[in-house]
Structures are given as structure tokens and as C-alpha cells.
């Protein structure tokens, strides 16, 4: 796969990902528009998505991860009230 496929991939997903549509949807979707066979078997492709929505779980979490702090320090201290 040429890294410009893959990155045109990776802002697909991270464009719609939070959107109320379907961001595997739309991975399907870029590459029959434009004509690209890159993957050898159908697995490889599903781990290439795969991979793309870890990515977006992992910036997500580092985006929010001042957040996620609090929330869970909150609900721990939820579980053992003082």
C-alpha cells in the first residue's frame, strides 16, 4: 500500500470517526472510489481498519486524558466513600 493511500485512510477515519456516521463505512467506501486494490486478502485489510481505529482510540485517550483521570479518581471514590 503506498503511504499516501494510508494516510488518506488515516484522516478518513479520524475525520469521521466521531461523526454520526460510519467511519468503517467510509473506509470501505475511499478506496472503491478511487480504485485502489492494495490488499492481497480480505484479512489484511480488516487488520489495516483495525489498526486505524486503535490509532483513533489512542489519540482520543491522550486527547482526553485529563479528563479520563478525573472521571475514574471520581468514580473510585465513589466505590470507597470516606
Do not use: C, N
Not at 500500500?1 to 494516510?7: C, G, K, L, Q, R
Not at 478511487?34 to 489519540?59: C, N, Q, R, S, Y
Amino acid at each position: 500500500m503506498p503511504i499516501s493511500h494510508a494516510i488518506v485512510l488515516g484522516l478518513v477515519q479520524g475525520l469521521t470517526e466521531f461523526l454520526p456516521i460510519s467511519s468503517s463505512g467510509h473506509l470501505l467506501l475511499v478506496p472503491w472510489l478511487f480504485g485502489w486494490d492494495d490488499f492481497d486478502d480480505a484479512g489484511t485489510e480488516k487488520a489495516f481498519d483495525v489498526a486505524l481505529h486503535i490509532g483513533t482510540l489512542v489519540a482520543a485517550v491522550v486527547y482526553f486524558r485529563h479528563d479520563l483521570v478525573r472521571y475514574i479518581r471520581a468514580g473510585l471514590a465513589a466505590l470507597h466513600p470516606a
